[in-house]
């Protein structure tokens, strides 16, 4: 049992639509990462939350946003969708920012289609 | 930017043989961590390497973090048929340790 849990676990939309990814962290963690991990690519940062503020960001551009909630869960959403927008779209847990001797706790991931 | 290579891409052994994956990154890391994906899963969390020249082992694993804290390796001695998957390095650099940055990867695969 992974203790991250994320929903969907599947998403189809159409080009220029939004959409909404949701993530429950481990019990105990603060701190939530998101990863969009292409098929046969490592996961790429897109950014972190902390304490309910965004904690450092990837290369990704504005309409990547998302939110922390005093519970520590957490959303992803992506406005005006891209086909290359298609991808995994892992979230991470952690005790704390930065890396930590008990590393991060991944969710199973959302596959993201954008058709 | 900050960028975390891995060689090779990928891996094909025979069951028994030994596996090796090398990580190189552009900057100095603070510390480094591997993780594994298993076909079709998420990553899951292995080892944090902290100090320059640290070695660690787990069982048939054996990692390192280099001299300069710029690269690492994991060896897999006598490959089984559950070592297969991808795996990642990920470090981060000092200014930024919430940016942890993830590696290409090194996909495994074996013969049995």
């Not at chain 1, 220029?16 to 940062?45: D, E, I, K, M």
């Not at chain 1, 892992?90 to 920012?97: D, I, Q, T």
């Not at chain 2, 089984?80 to 993830?102: E, H, L, N, R, W």
């Given at each position: 049992?992974?203790?991250?849990?994320?929903?969907?676990?599947?998403?189809?939309?159409?080009?220029?639509?939004?959409?909404?990814?949701?993530?429950?962290?481990?019990?105990?963690?603060?701190?939530v990462s998101?990863?969009?991990?292409?098929?046969?690519?490592?996961?790429?940062?897109?950014?972190?939350?902390?304490?309910?503020?965004?904690?450092?960001?990837?290369?990704?551009?504005?309409?990547?946003?998302?939110?922390?909630?005093?519970?520590?869960?957490?959303?992803?959403?992506?406005?005006?969708?891209?086909?290359?927008?298609?991808?995994?779209?892992?979230?991470?847990?952690?005790?704390?920012?930065?890396?930590?001797?008990?590393g991060y706790?991944?969710?199973?991931?959302?596959?993201?289609?954008?058709? | 930017?900050?960028?975390?290579?891995?060689i090779p891409?990928?891996?094909?052994?025979?069951?028994?043989?030994?596996?090796?994956?090398?990580?190189?990154?552009?900057?100095?890391?603070?510390?480094?961590?591997?993780?594994?994906?298993?076909?079709?899963?998420?990553?899951?969390?292995?080892?944090?390497?902290?100090?320059?020249?640290?070695?660690?082992?787990?069982?048939?694993?054996?990692?390192?973090?280099?001299?300069?804290?710029?690269?690492?390796?994991?060896?897999?001695?006598?490959?089984?048929?559950?070592?297969?998957?991808?795996?990642?390095?990920?470090?981060?650099?000092?200014?930024?340790?919430?940016?942890?940055?993830?590696?290409?990867?090194?996909?495994?695969?074996?013969?049995?």
């Amino acid at each position: 049992e992974t203790g991250v849990t994320q929903s969907p676990t599947h998403l189809i939309k159409t080009r220029g639509q939004q959409v909404t990814l949701r993530c429950s962290s481990q019990s105990g963690h603060n701190t939530v990462s998101w990863y969009q991990q292409a098929l046969g690519q490592g996961p790429q940062f897109i950014f972190q939350y902390y304490r309910e503020e965004e904690n450092g960001r990837g290369n990704f551009p504005p309409r990547f946003s998302g939110l922390q909630f005093p519970n520590y869960s957490s959303e992803l959403n992506v406005n005006a969708l891209e086909l290359d927008d298609s991808a995994l779209y892992l979230c991470a847990s952690s005790l704390e920012p930065g890396q930590s001797f008990y590393g991060y706790t991944f969710g199973s991931g959302t596959r993201l289609t954008v058709v | 930017g900050q960028q975390v290579m891995q060689i090779p891409q990928y891996q094909h052994v025979q069951e028994g043989e030994d596996f090796t994956t090398y990580c190189n990154s552009s900057t100095t890391l603070s510390n480094i961590q591997w993780y594994k994906q298993r076909p079709g899963g998420h990553p899951v969390f292995l080892i944090q390497l902290v100090k320059s020249g640290e070695v660690k082992k787990q069982k048939r694993l054996t990692f390192q973090f280099g001299e300069a804290k710029k690269n690492s390796s994991l060896h897999i001695t006598a490959t089984q048929t559950t070592d297969v998957g991808t795996y990642f390095c990920a470090g981060a650099k000092y200014s930024s340790a919430s940016k942890i940055i993830f590696g290409s990867g090194t996909r495994l695969s074996i013969r049995p």
